[in-house]
């Protein structure tokens, strides 16, 4: 994927839906640059984080949570000559997890749309970077977590990487593989957390969890599934219409043959950091 990092420097700590006349005047300013910008050639990426400065008070924004923003792809659509770029936000160098945003440029450098999952407020709720549990009782907590009852000790497999704190832990026998763990800042009804999030591929399943637990006191705060598994409530056949029956609920229905990467996607291709494929 591609890695497009920017720390792009807005003034102010107010609201960002104030309504005040300079905030008015630096968003018109923002806006024009990014089209000149765009119109002498600039990266898609570019000019989208630029847009995300510049309609941060319409998103609900404050101006501290679109300083620190990577670009984690950009998807050209062939069909429609438009661009989606995707973008991840951080606090410090560490990615909130969920915080998402695409933005989609059309043929003529337009842009045509913007889908945010941004956290307001960052700065309000910043956690210190600095995790008091360690990688291997995160393992502990995490394993714990999921039912999963280690076979022999976790062991941190090679240094730190980074302001995220990027390592491997030994398999531990629950996992299939050497186990992922880094840092990342978890939003919470409360605000955010510092989280150690792992990776673990279970060997007597075919779930393959991101778990991540509170940095600090090792409880859990969210999960998912990277293993896809899709069910609708659907009227289904051979129910014609609501006057006939109630809707029911059908599990990964889409056919092997005819959708191979289910009903979401057409081609397996990696968007962003989720993969959208299915173990058939």
Do not use: K
């Not at 765009?38 to 404050?62: C, Q």
């Not at 998402?100 to 003529?108: F, P, R, W």
């Not at 907590?141 to 990027?166: D, K, M, N, T």
């Amino acid at each position: 994927p591609i890695l497009l990092a920017a720390t792009i420097a807005v003034s102010g700590n107010q609201p960002a839906d104030s309504a005040a006349a300079e905030g008015v005047s630096n968003r018109l300013l923002a806006a024009d640059a990014a089209q000149a910008l765009l119109g002498a050639g600039e990266d898609p990426g570019d000019h989208a984080m630029a847009h995300m400065v510049a309609t941060a008070p319409e998103m609900g924004l404050f101006p501290d949570d679109v300083t620190d923003m990577v670009v984690t792809n950009i998807v050209e659509t062939a069909s429609t000559g438009a661009t989606n770029v995707y973008i991840q936000q951080r606090l410090d160098g560490i990615e909130v997890f969920g915080a998402i945003a695409n933005v989609t440029i059309d043929s003529s450098g337009a842009i045509v749309s913007t889908a945010s999952r941004f956290f307001p407020g960052l700065r309000r709720s910043a956690p210190d970077t600095t995790p008091v549990s360690s990688i291997l009782v995160a393992s502990v907590a995490a394993s714990r977590a999921l039912g999963l009852v280690p076979s022999e000790p976790f062991e941190s497999i090679g240094p730190a990487i980074g302001i995220e704190q990027r390592r491997q832990v030994s398999d531990g026998g629950i996992s299939r593989n050497d186990i992922p763990v880094r840092l990342v800042m978890q939003p919470t009804d409360t605000g955010l957390r510092l989280a150690w999030e792992l990776t673990i591929e279970e060997i007597e399943s075919d779930n393959w969890w991101q778990i991540r637990v509170d940095a600090d006191s090792g409880i859990e705060l969210s999960r998912n599934n990277l293993v896809a598994s899709d069910t609708y409530e659907v009227y289904d056949a051979p129910t014609e219409a609501p006057s006939f029956g109630p809707r029911t609920t059908v599990a990964n229905p889409a056919d092997p043959t005819a959708s191979p990467f289910g009903w979401f996607d057409t081609n397996g291709v990696e968007i962003g950091r989720a993969s959208c494929r299915e173990r058939v």
